[in-house]
């Protein structure tokens, strides 16, 4: 099989790095509102990833997230008077039917944004510090 890589722009033949073991992470839906098609499309892809290299004999762990929290979320919650969590968990169960009804591959994990926030302010925290230097330097900005 045979992969588009973004950060070299060529296609490269697919070898795991770890044996046989495949981890794959999917950002999945903001759940602000009903599942669209672009949220179809996304689930479906990754459904025919995981079950063709499942096939081929691959040990897939499938990582697939769930956004519960950002601006729009709130917004809708707070017009239908409710907590922007539980209105975020309504969307959820109504996402996992839409899921379940197209026959996509379950997620082995799927994690919500609101559950990792402190270790994501830390990540980008330490993003920054390593930026800040960089950009004071303008070593970020050369072409090599």
Same mark, same amino acid.
């Given at each position: 099989? =045979?992969?588009? !890589? *973004?950060?070299?722009?060529?296609? #490269?033949?697919?070898?795991?790095?770890?044996?046989?073991?495949? !981890?794959?992470?999917?950002?999945?839906?903001?759940? @602000?509102?009903?599942?669209?098609?672009?949220?179809?499309?996304? *689930? /479906?892809? +990754?459904?025919?990833?995981?079950? @063709?290299?499942?096939?081929?004999?691959?040990?897939?762990?499938?990582? =697939? !997230?769930?956004?519960?929290? &950002? &601006?729009?979320?709130?917004? =809708?919650?707070?017009?239908?008077?409710?907590?922007?969590?539980?209105?975020?968990?309504?969307?959820?169960?109504? *996402? #996992?039917? $839409?899921?379940?009804?197209?026959?996509?591959? $379950? *997620?082995? /994990?799927?994690?919500?944004?609101?559950?990792?926030? &402190?270790?994501?302010?830390? +990540? /980008?925290?330490?993003?920054?510090?390593?930026?800040?230097?960089?950009?004071?330097?303008? #070593?970020? @900005?050369?072409?090599?």
């Amino acid at each position: 099989m =045979r992969i588009y !890589n *973004a950060y070299s722009g060529t296609k #490269e033949e697919f070898i795991p790095i770890n044996g046989n073991k495949v !981890n794959i992470y999917a950002c999945g839906i903001t759940v @602000y509102d009903d599942c669209h098609i672009g949220h179809a499309r996304q *689930a /479906i892809t +990754f459904d025919m990833i995981c079950r @063709y290299l499942r096939y081929n004999g691959y040990d897939v762990t499938y990582v =697939r !997230n769930y956004t519960d929290v &950002d &601006d729009k979320i709130i917004a =809708r919650a707070i017009s239908e008077g409710i907590n922007a969590l539980s209105y975020s968990r309504k969307k959820i169960e109504e *996402a #996992e039917k $839409d899921l379940t009804t197209l026959k996509v591959v $379950d *997620a082995d /994990i799927k994690p919500k944004a609101s559950e990792y926030i &402190d270790k994501i302010i830390t +990540f /980008i925290d330490g993003l920054i510090k390593k930026v800040m230097p960089m950009r004071q330097s303008g #070593e970020m @900005y050369t072409s090599e």
